[in-house]
């Protein structure tokens, strides 16, 4: 698995490929081409099942031996799929009740990708049985380096069921987790509004309610169909190992999803690879209040903090110090997508932009999406490396250009931590009491404020060891458990500079408030209270000292032993603590680009990090002693004397 | 029933309070330090039934006892509450045929509240059992005042059912409304698409059909659907006042709801009870075309004419003059809400500056909402009188600090009225003709301007007996029966003046036109046609004489015995009428704010009633010899030679 | 049919009556005022159904009896309908299943119109037996005209249904067109996300989907519920043939209706009429980025391009010569309408403009909707020639000025054509790769830039035999068959200019691209290659040679025998070829209005066709001889030294 003795001086290409998609005549000369081009991997498959099985139990590996055979002979290694996120139309129409249910109550349909509930016990048998044959017939093949499980969980909304077979399962899985209907009542705080079950088949999923549900059943289901995800992979990642041993087991995670915990879902995984669209990650994944300005200005590029943040965080998802912290992208943009709702060119260099910052952030493959793009069916208007026509796309030479030597492989190291995990998502989004704030949107400012100060950031579950790192930012980190709250205290103790943003631990592990409605497992490490939260509509700002202003959120303390390092001036909040501080924590009350900013850097000065001051567009990355200097933006930007050309990259001192 | 002995001097306070969210051990402190803050009333236990009834027919009333015995002991007055508005999951499940079907024929599942149909006769027998059982009990304890039906009728948009038990009922409602299907038939035109019923069962609810509904069909089911809840309600009342002899029955209606009929359905009532909730209002039902602007400008505060008008509209409910016309605030904000948008929280002085314009506007009760803000459920982030770690928040000083002995009780005397209907709510909005504009946007637009003028207002039943009044205004009474005509026309004749806006009399008692297409039950009063009616897109405008400027709408009359004192020029209506007046009734055609509080100033000179003309965010009110002067906006305004500081209010001349 | 003989030298009017709407004894003085207004038909009883069949073959004649021969004695034509778009409550309740399903899944009902699904047996069964009894007793009344077929199909969404009968006869359908499962499956691409079929019965309609449904797919289901309406009608038309001999069979189609391909549907008929309806057309139908300003501009007239585009396209759907290209405005607005967000009165002058467009656009006939305003359901807001109360509106006075005579009827000759098709239309809102483009929308650019130019225009069906025309615009043509692409390489082989716009021959008959990716029918004729398509999202553009700018789509090319006459300039593209020209043909790559307007003047004027530049608004049209110049906008305009007032029509030389 990944042994140190496999691992490769430096960075290396994959491509996504699907000979099923084109005549059998075309793939020795698309393998020798991609060999050419300096490709490595391969990974197919993962929507083949319908040819793998075209009748119940009539399998048919002759065509992908031949393609398996083809890929190995050419020199390629070849990263297999289970097909599951795609259950033929002869599964599905014997087997209705494998299909998920959507919010409004309505069955999703076969007929696109997806479809299936993770929940059923029957599209769990089936799953079982095409890993596991797929398993014993390629699994020692000398041409498979690996296995891809499914393709990107949780895309289109697939995380969650709202019937059927998750209905029925979500009495049990409640049953399982707390015992008693007395104690999940008093959980989820049920006399509320005469919410008490007194038995478990009275609990539905939470929608269609007259008004919003629960939080707390709410934030439960969640829990529930992350576990069926992580239970669904877990079942195929048993047989793949049993089947194909000494072969790696990924999966492909996607853009800022949200559905299901992925440091859960990955804890099986050799390592993990994400999906990465820059310029459709951009459209359709930008936070809430990210103005159309901002999207014009990077339409050709997307923005280096959405692409950075994703990398980072799925290069935190495994750490295990016995597999390594490497990571891929599977599926990387080289040309135009085709599901945003504007899908404009890349810029010039912009595929080599991606993927100089992908390796810069930790990757050590990166394989792009697609070799040739489709002429048929959903995807026609997406590119690939090829065209239709099979002449070169402009990102192909922009792969064919890459000097990979120029990107060695390394550990990513830096003392700047930045926190997250998906209880503190789920639970902030529930209730997040202003239409313009999200958990992504608070996390987002943060981070684009440390990259701005020039800092390489961790993004680590919440509830890690902290004490490596010499500042670590919590933006939203809304749920705090008393474990993780200890692990805090003793990394502030130890030297480690904390700076929590708003909302900070003011959940319990069931979204309620704590009965104090303080921050309360950090209270004595803060050293103050919680004291007003103002919602700021649009237009409505508040003053803080030192000239920042607020918008979108103010949250005041009464300190205690802390210290106030800011605080507010006029309205309800006058006079009032915004950000204060008790020895190595700090508490961040306004939402203030400027604020943020200012305490941070005084936090990474303080922690000797040399915080820089980099001008819109222009970032630093650094991996394996190099470090990656580059301009995402359309113009030229002047930095430190040098002149950085649009849409640039470059190794700096 | 409120005798005049039991009517105390000033106004008094009340709070809303929960014992079954917070433990036992609390109770005394709480209600002790509730008597302490000056309350008198506490209401209780509208959301209690899976407390009282944790399984079929098993009660447990240790707690409830417990508690009323508490707040008596502490000399507070309970208002209890029937708690229909949440049926536990047990009753639920066992008759899921109690839930009632949105629009789009879902059903409204479990898991909130309001979660039933009020047309269900299983429902109905519940509802009266759990009343009966209750009002047994509870009737004639010493301790309690009064008693609250359900909680909030129609919030959520529950006042209508589209499917199970309203589906059912419709056909027999119509039946015995129409007597035969000839007559339904030609009430509604239902030759216009071949829409005859030659059977009662064939007539659904006016849903999913493929364009547009009958709005006749859609008015009846309105009315329909009114009269469920009323029935609904006379059920309870009927065994309250069985069990309860002499304690008040009252019910707490919402801002702006216009699901049913409030005439009809407090007319059991004492009296009613409002629930206001100023800043969420504004973000939440301000009516269309509230620019964002001045929503920021009084984002902390609310904007001063929506809570009056609710206050004037309530006030108006009951005039029962062997009742009185006081009401209540059940739910008073005092502190930031949780369900809008944007939830800022309120100014420094808008606890008291609410509290005083309910006094002003005819409030006995002002009861806050709630004691100490929910640690749990779906409104964990709503304020109470204390935080949730019992601490005072920021309403419990001003609370504290307000002066009962200011706010003598007393009726509000005005001689001016606004005339409201629900039957013109609902037909108005049916075919609105202009995206732009409804029925409560365009009786604010009369509203505000009546106040800007410095008036007191009666909003009264359009049918009411109307020559108390020197100045009525309808400004939208697009339902005009010939019993009304008659009413207006006796007033008009015995010297009120009566200003009408667009579509009054425009619609039949089934919503059709009349067959001459006229405000035909007032032609004769008014003395002219109805001519043009033009819906101005946004950007499009019409001039009127005066250098008044039409947005939105233009009516042109063609005046007969009737004078034209406003014309239009230029456009499609070029010299035709705007304004017109025969003797003590104007028609005003045009939708422009400076024309119609021209006209209405000169009317109310006319009447001898001294209008003002007070600056943006000041406003007067008047009671029991008292005027109230406030100012609601965040800046100084000076008035009079007197500088009015931001969100103040005081007794004046 | 519409022989020569019975072809009358002018423009002829007519009118939408009622009957049914009021009482009998005003029948004959309506007719008698109709009469003296000029018209010459009346279309009733598209409606009628409840009244000609109260009860399950009980049919009653006697009112139509009395109805049409009332007409008839005034002198009017009657055009009787198939009153199949409003089955009644008798026909609907008996027979649920003839009722449509929504995309949503949701069955929706009875209780406005149109609430059918075509493609049921047991409707069809209906359908034919009410069309067949009525046609026996009036198919050779004197007083009859001829026949318009139901109403308005399509209307409301009504041309697809997703479930019932429709889902039913679906997989039929495709086994009739594909014979096998394998074709199918190839031609839709299913292997794409192993959406390919075993059954035919697996295969449901294209909707529910967890993400997009496959294009080839939803492709296929609007040729297959178009193919339904086609022989719908059809059944009507076969039995109103045999029942009605020497009678005109006519449908009146939608403003911009997209549910079907009127050219088939319009197969059997003798000619179109469409119903236009200009002030409602823009609110509601205007393109996508049409901006609000403009929208205001021609609020009161609606835009002229759009009136024009219909009655251009509907004037070429039937090209018979047999036959004659002549056709109807069955309704014409001729007062406000209800329907839109907006409805503003028509300007002064309007309905005369309106009516003598539609006269230069080859209307034989302009019939307006309605004799008098509905005073009942759901068209009370509407207007007709008379108000609610008889007397004559607006529209009245303007059509009683019409000089008929001064509208000779003729041909509308052009050299001009522009193409249009609906698999064009479906397979290019399939994937429109910006939400901000559409077919329409890409169509009107290239339709308004030719009449900007001073062109007539016919639209043609992209598969039509070009050599009569010198210039041929193919805006949007995106699917070109290898049979279209022979007659254009012809017709551009015998001097005609052709001038396509992107996308062009872009996809295969299924909606794929080609293998290459490329306008692969037209290679040879086009003597390039396409090589990028960019989309720009707003804020994002393109520069051109020659000052020009791209927005929103931009496309390059790679000649090879090809002439570049524009290039992009800077961007991805630059360099690349934004304009080609081989001999007769051109292609427009980039969405520039003012590029659009240089290259389609230069073509016209290599033609000698004499291109002019029109002001914002003055439009030219020619008829028999006549050419016809308007003023469509608010404002008077100087043109040629004349000043044009607003809303005005004249003739010219």
Redesign the interface.
């Known amino acids: 698995m990944t042994s140190p003795a496999s691992t490769p001086a430096h960075l290396r290409l994959g491509v996504c490929d699907y000979p ?2 084109v005549p059998e005549e075309r793939w020795a000369a698309y393998a020798a081409q991609q060999r050419d081009l300096g490709l490595t991997y391969v990974r197919i498959a993962e ?5 793998l099985e ?2 119940p139990g009539q399998y048919d590996w002759t065509w992908l031996d031949r393609a398996v055979g083809t890929y190995h002979a050419a020199g390629l290694r070849v990263v297999l799929c289970t ?1 599951t996120a ?5 599964l ?2 014997a087997h209705p009740e494998v299909l ?1 249910h959507d919010a ?12 299936y509930d993770f929940a059923s016990p029957v599209y769990r048998e089936h799953s079982r049985r095409i890993t596991r044959v797929l398993a014993q017939r390629y699994g020692e093949h000398p041409g498979v380096a690996g296995w891809q499980t499914d393709n990107e969980f949780g ?2 909304g ?1 995380s969650r069921s709202y019937g059927g077979a998750s209905a029925a399962a979500f009495p049990g899985w409640l049953q399982a987790r707390y015992g008693t209907l007395a104690a999940l009542n008093e959980a ?12 478990w ?2 609990i ?1 999923p ?12 709410v934030l439960d289901y969640a829990r529930f169909a992350s576990d069926q995800i992580r239970s669904f992979q877990a079942e195929q990642v048993a047989l793949l190992r049993e089947h194909s041993p000494g072969r790696f087991v990924t999966h492909n995670f996607m853009i800022f999803e949200s559905g299901f915990d992925h440091y859960d879902v990955a804890q099986g995984l050799d390592f993990v690879t994400w999906d990465n669209y820059p310029t459709g990650m951009l ?1 359709f994944f930008a936070p809430p209040g990210t103005h ?2 901002v ?2 200005h990077y ?2 590029t997307g923005h280096p903090d959405l692409t950075a943040f994703n990398h980072d965080l799925y290069r935190g998802l495994r750490r295990d110090p016995d597999v390594g912290t490497g990571f891929w992208v599977m599926e990387q943009q080289c040309g ?1 997508v ?1 599901w945003a ?8 260099g912009a595929v080599q932009l991606w993927t100089a910052q992908a390796w810069a952030h930790g990757a050590d493959v990166v394989s792009y999406f697609r070799w040739r ?9 997406h590119s690939g490396l090829l ?3 099979e002449t070169p796309d ?1 990102g192909f030479a922009e792969v064919a250009a890459l000097n990979k030597a120029h990107y060695p492989l390394g550990p990513v190291q830096t003392r700047v931590a930045l926190l997250h995990d998906y209880d503190s998502l789920w639970a902030y989004d529930l ?1 997040p ?4 704030t999200s958990y992504w949107q608070q996390t987002l400012t943060y981070y684009t404020a440390l990259r701005a100060l020039g800092m390489d950031v961790d993004v680590v579950h919440a509830g890690s060891d902290l004490t490596p790192y010499a500042v670590v930012v919590a933006p939203a980190i809304t749920l705090v458990t008393t474990d993780t709250a200890a692990r805090w205290e003793a990394a502030v103790q130890e030297g480690t500079r904390l700076i929590c943003g708003p909302r900070t631990a003011f959940r319990t592990p ?9 921050f309360e497992p950090l209270r004595g490490l803060i050293g103050g ?1 919680l004291r ?1 939260y ?7 700002t508040q003053a803080i000292t030192g000239g920042h202003v607020a918008h979108t959120w103010a949250e005041s303390y009464r300190p205690e032993k802390a210290q106030t390092t800011h605080h507010y001036q006029g309205g ?2 006058d006079g009032q603590s915004a950000v204060i501080r008790q020895g190595g924590i700090t508490v961040i009350g306004a939402h203030s680009e400027t604020l943020i900013r200012e305490v941070l850097r005084e936090a990474l000065q303080e922690a000797g990090l040399d915080p820089l001051d980099l001008p819109e567009g222009v970032r630093l990355s650094r991996r394996a002693g190099q470090t990656l200097l580059q301009n995402w933006g359309p113009v030229t930007v002047t930095w430190q004397g040098r002149d950085l050309a649009p849409v640039s990259a470059g190794m700096t001192r």
């Open positions: 099923e998609h929507f083949a099942w319908s040819r075209p009748a097909p795609t259950p033929p139309a002869w599905v129409r998920a409004q109550g309505r069955v999703r349909d076969f007929g696109s990708r997806r479809h895309c289109h697939t989820w705080g049920n006399v509320f509004w005469s919410m008490e079950y007194s038995d088949s009275q539905h939470p929608h269609l309610t007259v008004t919003e549900p629960n939080p707390s059943h459209e159309e300005d999207k014009t339409a050709r135009q085709n709702p504007y899908n404009p060119l890349p810029a010039d793009a489709a002429t048929m069916a959903q995807e026609v208007m065209r239709h026509d402009r209730q009491h202003h239409a313009g069931s979204a309620s408030a704590w009965p104090t409605g303080q209270h007003q103002d919602s700021l509509r649009p237009g409505l309800p909040l």
